[in-house]
């Protein structure tokens, strides 16, 4: 039998409610860790509505997801809008090869330019243009007032508790896990 390609754990989000998945295993696994399921399993399921919905509003704008960091990332930088492809690699988290074709797509698109850094080094040097410019300050009006929209339903301070956790929590997970686990 084939292996069924999917994009566990990205998929498709179930209705199953998280607390009925822990019970069940601490009822078919007595002893093992179920503690975990009703974060992780809803942490995954909005990562997967998110990220759906984020697509839809770009595809709806004409942009991909690699575009938008890109260009998302040199808007932030501030004028003249360019960084080196090695500060975008860093700030993107993808390698440099990958960097190096997001820039040549967005280029051959008029969206960016690059070039020779002015200090005499090996670096290269990628600048917004114009119409990158535009497309970003369009697309991220529409991209971030969509995901306002769905997280509105949390009053404000709500939101500032929930964004302290869970970076709270990002940040200890990033720290466990770059460590051996425990259980083998």
Do not use: C
């Amino acid at each position: 039998m084939g292996l069924v390609a999917d994009n566990y754990p990205l998929d498709a989000p179930s209705a199953y409610p998280a607390a009925e998945i822990a019970r069940a295993w601490q009822r078919e696994r007595p002893g093992t860790p179920t503690d975990s399921i009703e974060i992780v399993t809803p942490l995954w399921r909005l990562a997967k509505l998110f990220a759906d919905d984020r697509r839809r509003v770009l595809s709806d704008a004409g942009v991909d997801p690699a575009t938008l960091d890109l260009l998302s990332v040199l808007r932030r930088a501030g004028t003249p809008y360019e960084l080196s492809t090695r500060e975008l690699a860093r700030r993107t988290l993808v390698t440099a090869g990958a960097i190096s074709q997001r820039v040549a797509r967005a280029e051959d698109s008029g969206l960016v330019t690059r070039r020779a850094a002015d200090d005499g080094s090996r670096a290269v040097v990628v600048t917004l243009t114009a119409a990158g410019h535009d497309l970003i300050e369009r697309t991220v009006d529409q991209v971030l007032t969509r995901e306002s929209e769905l997280v509105a339903s949390l009053s404000p301070t709500a939101r500032a508790r929930l964004a302290a956790q869970l970076q709270e929590l990002l940040d200890e997970v990033a720290r466990v896990a770059r460590q051996p686990s425990l259980r083998r």
